[in-house]
T-cell receptor, first 115, second 116 residues
Framework: KAGVTQTPRYLIKTRGQQVTLSCSPISGHRSVSWYQQTPGQGLQFLFEYFSETQRNKGNFPGRFSGRQFSNSRSEMNVSTLELGDSALYLCASSQAGSATNEKLFFGSGTQLSVL | DQQVKQNSPSLSVQEGRISILNCDYTNSMFDYFLWYKKYPAEGPTFLIS?????DKNEDGRFTVFLNKSAKHLSLHIVPSQPGDSAVYFC???????????????FGKGTKLSVIP
């Protein structure tokens, strides 16, 4: 079974631009979550999607948005990029994301650098 | 307000000895705890988990202990091997009050170095 696939692996943008990151979950997984990892800050929850609906959102500004398609693939978008948005963006999938004993399976991430 | 804390940013251990990684949490609603391991340029991979109804869970060389009264959990790796060198993240989950979704709250990680 293929794992979680994220594209692109690396991205360089300049301040003010926008960016779209893509994630394909494990086949059969319907829940997709996004996390931001910055040095020394651990993983910060961005949002979670299930059946094309955002069910949960972390404490990030409205510049961060996402969506999920009918095939469970997900995209996240960051508009008006700021230097502080430079981070590793991780996508994770799980089967239903509704039980408290579900494990998340992570992709390798997209390393975004904002210059 | 950091709900999951890993107070040791780094830990060095000799090969063959025990590695103990610690994690504290503040949210009493957390009922499931996980440890993830992360190598550079890769996503975190699930290592081991424990439900709040247990106080210990073992999987090969890895054991997680949970002390609910102290809101503390620890990961023991015995014996430690050079391939265990990675960043270890502690994570916790609680039921989301919305439509059944849940999220993981992560600590900042502990970088483990196992010296041959």
């Amino acid at each position: 079974k293929a794992g979680v696939t994220q594209t692109p692996r690396y991205l360089i943008k300049t301040r003010g631009q926008q960016v779209t990151l893509s994630c394909s979950p494990i086949s059969g997984h319907r829940s997709v979550s996004w996390y931001q990892q910055t040095p020394g800050q651990g993983l910060q929850f961005l949002f979670e999607y299930f059946s094309e609906t955002q069910r949960n959102k972390g404490n990030f500004p409205g510049r961060f948005s996402g969506r999920q398609f009918s095939n469970s693939r997900s995209e996240m978008n960051v508009s008006t990029l700021e230097l502080g948005d430079s981070a590793l963006y991780l996508c994770a999938s799980s089967q239903a994301g509704s039980a408290t004993n579900e494990k998340l399976f992570f992709g390798s991430g997209t390393q975004l650098s904002v210059l | 307000d950091q709900q999951v804390k890993q107070n040791s940013p780094s830990l060095s251990v000799q090969e063959g000895r025990i590695s103990i990684l610690n994690c504290d949490y503040t949210n009493s609603m957390f009922d499931y705890f996980l440890w993830y391991k992360k190598y550079p340029a890769e996503g975190p991979t699930f290592l081991i988990s424990i439900s709040s109804i247990k106080d210990k869970n073992e999987d090969g060389r890895f054991t997680v202990f949970l002390n609910k009264s102290a809101k503390h959990l620890s990961l023991h790796i015995v014996p430690s091997q050079p391939g265990d060198s990675a960043v270890y993240f502690c994570a916790a989950s609680a039921p989301y009050s919305g439509a059944g979704s849940y999220q993981l709250t992560f600590g900042k990680g502990t970088k483990l170095s196992v010296i041959p």
